[in-house]
């Protein structure tokens, strides 16, 4: 049984930083296609970063525009988890995040519909 939990939201101002982690069990880390997705109150989720294999021993990154220059996703492989460190985070980055493996292939990294799982969220709440 995969599971995936998710660990290190709060409050911050703006400007502050948060990093998140996913620790997954029943799930190898490497290798896979894994990312972060969020979910602000009336919107849809959307896909904030990933890290996608492509070949063996290969993979790229992907980030969403809004988050480009201020997070950087990485993955401990070793500790099996996934990591998000949030920098010059803004009001608009407030919402649930979630973390994701099993992702849409290539370009459909960010579609939700295309998630395999989904852990159960963390807050992030930024205030200006």
């Known amino acids: 049984q995969v599971q995936l939990v998710e660990s290190g939201g709060g409050s911050v101002q703006d400007g502050g930083s948060l990093r998140l982690s996913c620790a997954a069990s029943?799930?190898?880390?490497?290798?896979?296609?894994m990312g972060w997705f969020r979910q602000a109150p009336g919107r849809e989720r959307e896909g904030v970063a990933a890290?996608?294999?492509?070949?063996?021993?290969?993979?790229?990154?992907y980030y969403a525009d809004s988050v480009k220059g201020r997070f950087t996703i990485s993955r401990d492989d070793a500790k099996n988890t996934l990591y998000l460190q949030m920098n010059s985070l803004k009001p608009d980055d407030t919402a649930m995040y979630y973390c994701?493996?099993?992702?849409?292939?290539?370009?459909?990294?960010?579609?939700?519909?295309?998630?395999?799982?989904w852990g159960q969220g963390t807050q992030v709440t930024v205030s200006g």
């Open positions: 029943g799930y190898t880390t490497s290798g896979r296609s």
């Open positions: 994701a493996a099993g992702l849409g292939f290539g370009a459909r990294w960010h579609v939700a519909a295309d998630v395999h799982y």
């Open positions: 890290m996608i294999t492509v070949a063996v021993g290969g993979g790229r990154t």
